[in-house]
């Protein structure tokens, strides 16, 4: 493709993915508040993440399957129209049982972009490209979870509560008019392309593989969920002082997805390599979380290498890995298969921590993450074996 549009391609799909976490990390900065304002307590927090995680994960089983169907463009307008009125929605309060009911909405809405996105690109690059730009567009998750946060800090400290959901609700939106102008469409499949059905994807390797993405669904987002929480209970700080420690949480991720084209080279071009590596380096920036007495500063440090680390795994996982079956027209299919692996350990554990952080110490919900990275090394390194033989 030309230069100049495979630059618009990536630079629409890169603002509009990054403005799903915009219209997502929006609740990392306002859950404390909910709390504190009486609106909402610890374990409904939990059960509202966890709806979004459950709402998402479905969503990945039938958007993954539509996605290789429809057209991408038609399916990712849809996400972002239903992510903006989703979030729109939720900045009138209208009530816990609403609210929660919206943020599921949100989660399905949101299913509906990364399949078609990827699509997209393995549609329009050339082979020798497609897996470099997939991983500079998977960087849009820090980006926007940056911009959430500073977003939703803003709208907290200036206005109140209910802009932290208007202001990503218009991001959204925003998104939404720049892909119906800008966004290409997708060239029809080569009609002897080789197609692969459902059932014939269910390999040992890759069920091992999505086992191992619901350990790292736990730490993905239960990380941005709970670190506002964290911070705010654990050391008594205020709202500025807890935005600034949380924002190094989503830029670590960030830089975590920034320098994977580089951590990929260095593994040979093996993703469950880099995932391997990912994992222990979680692992072990959990553990001190473990232990009361901790520093703020530490705490800040620990959280953020490990967001870091899972963000590596998260690229592997769900975007390397699915472009491998480009070639048997189901990459949608397979994200949506890893995705939903990811959010259903994600919807399962964040309303299980939820319900545990009303009566226990954050100690124990960082254990389970080291326990479950420690899993999810096994269970890689058995598929990397078999790989190699």
């Not at 920036?285 to 440090?301: E, K, N």
């Not at 124990?364 to 899993?375: A, C």
């Amino acid at each position: 493709m030309k230069k100049a549009s495979g630059r618009l391609l990536f630079l629409v799909a890169y603002f509009a993915y990054a403005s799903i976490y915009i219209a997502r990390l929006n609740l990392t900065v306002a859950s404390p508040v909910m709390q504190s304002e009486k609106l909402m307590n610890a374990a409904q927090i939990g059960t509202m993440g966890g709806i979004f995680f459950l709402f998402y994960s479905a969503g990945q089983l039938l958007n993954g399957y539509l996605g290789d169907i429809f057209p991408p463009k038609i399916m990712i307008m849809t996400g972002l129209f239903l992510t903006a009125a989703s979030n729109l929605g939720i900045g009138f309060l209208p009530g816990t049982a609403v609210i929660t009911l919206l943020w599921g909405i949100n989660g399905f809405a949101q299913s509906m972009l990364w399949g078609p996105l990827l699509r997209t690109v393995a549609s329009h690059y050339p082979p020798g490209r497609k897996s470099f730009i997939a991983s500079l567009l998977v960087s849009s998750v820090g980006t926007g979870s940056i911009l959430g946060v500073f977003l939703a800090t803003a709208a907290i400290y200036f206005g109140n509560l209910r802009y932290a959901f208007i202001w990503p609700g218009a991001a959204a939106l925003l998104s939404f008019i720049a892909v119906f102008y800008l966004f290409p469409g997708v060239p029809a499949q080569a009609a002897d392309q080789e197609k692969k059905p459902l059932a014939s994807l269910f390999s040992p390797g890759l069920i091992l593989l999505l086992l191992s993405a619901m350990c790292h669904g736990v730490l993905k987002d239960n990380i941005t969920l709970w670190a506002a929480s964290y911070f705010m209970d654990t050391f008594s700080v205020d709202l500025p002082t807890m935005s600034f420690f949380v924002f190094a949480v989503p830029l670590l991720t960030l830089a975590g997805r920034l320098i994977y084209p580089l951590i990929y080279r260095a593994c040979g071009g093996n993703e469950h390599r880099v995932s391997l590596f990912a994992l222990i380096l979680a692992a072990v920036s959990l553990v001190p979380l473990c232990y009361s007495g901790i520093s703020l500063i530490t705490s800040a440090i620990c959280l953020s290498t490990a967001s870091a680390a899972v963000s590596l795994i998260n690229t592997s996982f769900l975007t390397i890995y699915p472009m491998r079956y480009q070639q048997y027209g189901c990459v949608s299919k397979v994200v949506g298969l890893m995705d939903f692996a990811t959010y259903l350990g994600a919807g399962i554990s964040s309303s299980f921590y939820g319900f545990w952080l009303e009566s226990h110490t954050y100690s124990g919900m960082f254990l389970s993450w080291v326990f479950l990275s420690v899993l999810a090394v096994i269970l890689l390194f058995i598929v990397q074996k078999r790989r190699l033989t």
